[in-house]
């Protein structure tokens, strides 16, 4: 891989900061590659396997007919999940790399874009392609489920088996979401912009390992697609702008306003149905927390999460709303500067005509007069 950021052909010291910056992504994949060939050693192989595998699997008996049962491989959370989240932050360190590189860099030079510009067209592209991703993928896991009835979010709880699928899209989430915090010193961010992506990265982490955690997958997977479906479309209109697409943009943005609000309004919605009114219809005896089974259905951990759905969605609405209305102050201002240029360019159109009007009823009243008075006035001159 071409080490991203080289600007000269002198090489940088080896282990410098700046060595390691322009040269992450291989470093990065060759200790990924560590824990890979250790699968092909006896002696290594169950220590590798806890990176690369996803353990703590169950083995229920599922029916596919009537009288017909077979066995199938169901997942759980467990501790050993923080190995596998390890190695596949290291492979997506690897894969950001590979789209920064081989697309955004290459797209970026034919737009010649400013140094902010720059920054935050990386920043979308990288978002928008992970949301496609995670919005097919949880689309696939939403069909597969049967996860069409609201009623589904909260029947069986608590939800230990979930599918390799189902576990595996979760380890990617909060893999994901952890590897923003390396990106931070991978990609040169400055100290001003990291308080922003530090912030995202953190509400992430605390929604989706908690979720993961308690049992709460299948409404942490359903609003994590109404979330991702909404930001793809916002960022997409970013990247339509970069793009000197204004025209579609605009018009794009506007569509992505309306679903910012129906997104977080179907999210409080459904966060209500799932804590307040489907978990709490559950049997007393289940509602209880405990750890063995995965149990974390009582009234206190409902509250919590639905308060804490809620005000994060608060928060959200309060930042757009903001943004909204500086947004129509800087286009007020900004018709208003126009308004005024323009008026002071016709001003200055209109006393420029009365000029050349004056200049040309002054030459016409000198043609009028008789040869002797012009000759005089010559003469006086």
């Keep these: 891989m071409?080490?991203?950021?080289?600007?000269?052909?002198?090489?940088?010291?080896?282990?410098?900061?700046?060595?390691v910056i322009q040269n992450h992504a291989d470093i990065v994949s060759c200790v990924a590659m560590v824990f890979v060939l250790g699968l092909m050693f006896q002696v290594s192989t169950p220590l590798a396997s806890v990176f690369i595998a996803l353990h703590h699997n169950v083995t229920v008996p599922q029916q596919v007919a009537p009288g017909n049962f077979m066995d199938v491989t169901l997942y759980t959370p467990g501790i050993k999940d923080a190995a596998a989240t390890f190695f596949y932050l290291l492979i997506v360190v690897v894969i950001h790399a590979i789209i920064q590189e081989y697309m955004l860099d290459k797209i970026n030079k034919k737009l010649h874009l400013s140094k902010i510009k720059h920054a935050k067209f990386d920043e979308s592209g990288q978002l928008i392609i992970f949301y496609l991703v995670s919005l097919c993928w949880a689309g696939d896991i939403i069909f597969k489920e049967n996860m069409f009835s609201v009623a589904s979010l909260w029947d069986g709880y608590?939800?230990?088996?979930?599918?390799?699928?189902?576990?595996?899209?979760?380890?990617?989430?909060?893999?994901?979401?952890?590897h923003i915090f390396p990106e931070l010193y991978f990609q040169k961010i400055k100290k001003e912009d990291m308080s922003v992506k530090i912030q995202y990265a953190c509400l992430y982490l605390a929604f989706i390992?908690?979720?993961?955690?308690?049992?709460?997958?299948?409404?942490?997977?359903?609003?994590?697609?109404i979330h991702y479906a909404v930001e793809a479309v916002y960022h997409g209109c970013r990247i339509l702008s970069y793009a000197e697409?204004?025209?579609?943009?605009?018009?794009?943005?506007?569509?992505?306003?309306?679903l910012f609000v129906l997104g977080r309004l179907g999210t409080?919605?459904?966060?209500?149905?799932?804590?307040?009114?489907?978990?709490?219809?559950?049997?007393?005896?289940?509602?209880?927390?405990?750890?063995?089974?995965?149990?974390?259905?009582?009234?206190?951990?409902?509250?919590?999460?639905?308060?804490?759905?809620?005000?994060?969605?608060?928060?959200?609405?309060?930042?757009?709303?903001?943004?909204?209305?500086?947004?129509?102050?800087?286009?007020?201002?900004?018709s208003s500067a126009n308004a005024a240029a323009a008026a002071k360019a016709k001003k200055s159109e209109q006393e420029r005509a009365k000029a050349r009007k004056e200049k040309r009823a002054n030459k016409e009243e000198e043609d009028d007069r008789p040869e002797v008075d012009q000759g005089v006035r010559q003469r006086v001159k």
């Design 209 to 225: 390992v908690p979720a993961y955690m308690m049992r709460f997958t299948k409404v942490c997977l359903v609003l994590l697609f």
């Design 158 to 178: 608590p939800h230990n088996n979930m599918t390799y699928m189902f576990k595996f899209f979760f380890v990617i989430q909060i893999a994901y979401w952890l």
């Design 2 to 19: 071409v080490a991203k950021g080289r600007k000269s052909g002198k090489t940088p010291p080896v282990f410098s900061h700046e060595f």
């Design 268 to 334: 409080v919605i459904l966060a209500v149905l799932t804590f307040w009114y489907g978990l709490a219809k559950m049997p007393v005896e289940e509602q209880v927390m405990d750890l063995a089974t995965g149990n974390f259905n009582t009234g206190l951990i409902r509250l919590n999460c639905l308060v804490a759905v809620c005000a994060l969605q608060a928060f959200l609405m309060y930042k757009f709303i903001i943004f909204q209305v500086q947004r129509r102050r800087e286009q007020k201002s900004g």
């Design 245 to 258: 697409k204004s025209s579609l943009a605009r018009k794009i943005f506007k569509l992505g306003d309306v």
